[in-house]
């Protein structure tokens, strides 16, 4: 089992650019695909991007591709996801998934963090 813990989330300026940090606990990190998801408020979970154990795969929601970086460094049990020219559009929160599997950008990942907002102004 592994515990994720989402970190980052604020508020900023259309344009501008956050980092977002998802810690894991436990020391089998890597054996794990890991996923960011979003809900909007009164919108469905949308998925955002998704990396696999190793790093060598690596996908994007449509709306999100070109603009953000999913990454993960196994030695420090963390995934990343680094968002730059923000639109309004990309308010809501953010919540990191993972998997022993590869469930890519389906959302059926097994273990969820508990989210950190982000809120882009206009």
């Known amino acids: 089992q592994v515990q994720l813990v989402e970190s980052g989330g604020g508020l900023v300026q259309t344009g501008g650019s956050l980092r977002l940090s998802c810690a894991a606990s436990?020391?089998?990190?890597?054996?794990?695909?890991m996923g960011w998801f979003r809900q909007a408020l009164g919108k469905e979970r949308e998925f955002v991007a998704a990396?696999?154990?190793?790093?060598?795969?690596?996908f994007y929601g449509d709306s999100v591709k070109g603009r953000f970086t999913i990454s993960r460094d196994n030695a420090k049990n963390t995934v990343y996801l680094q968002m730059n020219s923000l639109k309004p559009e990309d308010t809501a929160v953010y919540y990191c998934?993972?998997?022993?599997?590869?469930?890519?950008?389906?959302?059926?990942?097994?273990?969820w963090g508990q989210g950190t907002q982000v809120t882009v102004s206009s």
């Open positions: 998934a993972a998997d022993r599997r590869w469930p890519g950008g389906s959302a059926d990942y097994d273990y």
């Open positions: 436990g020391r089998t990190f890597s054996t794990y695909s």
């Open positions: 990396v696999s154990m190793s790093g060598g795969s690596i």
